[in-house]
């Protein structure tokens, strides 16, 4: 199986990120949609533009150029100086969101990194819904976007995130390269500088697919060991995997956005069914159990609500999460349209630690009374370990809808 990696990069990060800080500080207007830019000093009229919004794009204001350009292109342009500490806060945010998906991430900037999705693949319908869900949960949480390039190397998932913007998803694979890579410019491939892009001009080398199809040693003749790279990349050529500094989960969540809105107890609780399917099977999946679960609500007045409480003892079977997650929301639910449901589990520790069992994790004793013959033929907390076990396996081998529970027919 070839590897899928993520390439996850926000659009227009300080931007964005300094337009949410002055609209959380009572700003009647949005920095992204208006002529902005942040970076430099009005008043001495030097610096370069950190970034800009897309209006201010229009003008052709590009980043990097000197601020007194940008002013003379536009000038009722909107400056805002940079607020690093900010940034920091925020990259902070994205990443410990990113995640409770996967620890397997490799940040390569305060507002980039990779993803490897092969390691959790089994856990979705496609890569492409993974990375929806991954868009979106970033914004509903924390209100900016992300584009999000999706590819079997790193160099193809960085060009794919580079696509129209801002919040899309594109993939990259082998056979896309032809007509989504080749015919960009030179300039626009990963690693071809000002210069190099220049002098590949200069030798008639004016696309990726140009520069694909050159022989890789004349390359190597005018630019030494970066023609041979560049030559790679054009290719879709990266054999360089995703340098993770493998984290211990904090949390692991889901949630999901409605096509529209619910106001139905039993469309929620299948819902919910779904969300701890997912939670369990990534808990599973990271050999880890969890301590406390919490169940969001945001209403159709796009209000939020949140209830959290702790396990008996920590658990990962779908079914103690089920059961947890839908008294919860019983407790939590006031009975109005709703379009969002999330289930995040929290306080994790290793399977592999000694845990404190609770008197509701021992052997039931049946006895006289009708619950007493209930309790005893409830399954075990044991066999729904095995029960979710033998799930996996077969969702790992045959794919995830090889088997499903039979309240989702």
């Not at 129209?164 to 015919?183: A, R, S, V």
């Not at 033998?390 to 499903?404: L, P, V, W």
Request: charged share 25%; glycine share 6%.
């Amino acid at each position: 199986m070839s590897p899928v990696i993520f390439h996850i990069d926000v659009n227009s990060a300080y931007l964005s990120w300094s337009a949410l800080e002055k609209l959380k500080n009572g700003s009647s207007v949005d920095l992204r949609t208006i002529p902005s830019i942040i970076g430099g000093d009005e008043k001495s009229r030097h610096g370069i533009v950190l970034a800009k919004s897309i209006p201010a794009k229009k003008y052709g204001i590009h980043t990097a150029e000197p601020v007194a350009s940008a002013l003379r292109k536009c000038p009722t342009l909107v400056m805002e100086p940079p607020d690093h500490k900010l940034y920091h806060r925020y990259s902070h945010a994205m990443m410990e969101l990113l995640y409770t998906f996967s620890p397997d991430l490799e940040q390569v900037s305060i507002d980039e990194c990779y993803l490897d999705f092969t390691p959790i693949a089994h856990l979705y319908p496609s890569p492409e819904e993974a990375a929806a869900r991954i868009r979106d949960q970033i914004f509903d949480e924390l209100h900016f976007t992300v584009n999000i390039g999706i590819a079997h190397t790193k160099v193809l998932a960085k060009m794919a995130s580079d696509f129209e913007k801002p919040g899309k998803i594109h993939t990259l694979y082998p056979e896309e390269i032809p007509f989504k890579m080749w015919p960009l410019s030179v300039s626009d491939l990963f690693m071809v500088g000002r210069r190099s892009a220049e002098k590949l001009v200069g030798f008639g080398i004016r696309t990726i697919g140009d520069l694909a199809h050159t022989d890789p040693a004349f390359l190597t003749a005018h630019f030494k060991s970066h023609g041979r790279l560049m030559w790679e990349f054009a290719n879709g050529i990266d054999p360089s995997p995703v340098l993770s500094e493998r984290q211990e989960a904090k949390g692991i969540g889901n949630s999901t956005t409605l096509s529209e809105d619910v106001a139905d107890r039993i469309e929620a609780k299948k819902v919910l069914l779904s969300l701890c399917e997912s939670v369990s099977g990534r808990l599973r999946e990271s050999g880890q159990l969890a301590g406390t679960i919490t169940v969001e609500i945001k209403y159709h007045d796009f209000t939020k609500a949140s209830h959290q409480s702790q396990t008996l003892s920590p658990c990962s079977t779908t079914n103690e999460l089920y059961g947890l997650a839908c008294s919860l929301f019983d407790s939590l639910w006031d009975g109005r349209p709703f379009r969002l449901l999330g289930v995040r589990s929290s306080r994790l520790t290793s399977e592999s630690e000694p845990i404190q069992l609770s008197i509701f994790d021992l052997p039931a004793v049946a006895s006289e009374s009708s619950e007493g013959k209930n309790a005893a033929n409830s399954p075990s907390p044991e066999k729904l370990r095995q029960l979710d076990a033998a799930m996996d396996a077969i969702r790992k081998k045959y794919g995830e809808h090889a088997i499903k529970r039979g309240r989702f027919l």
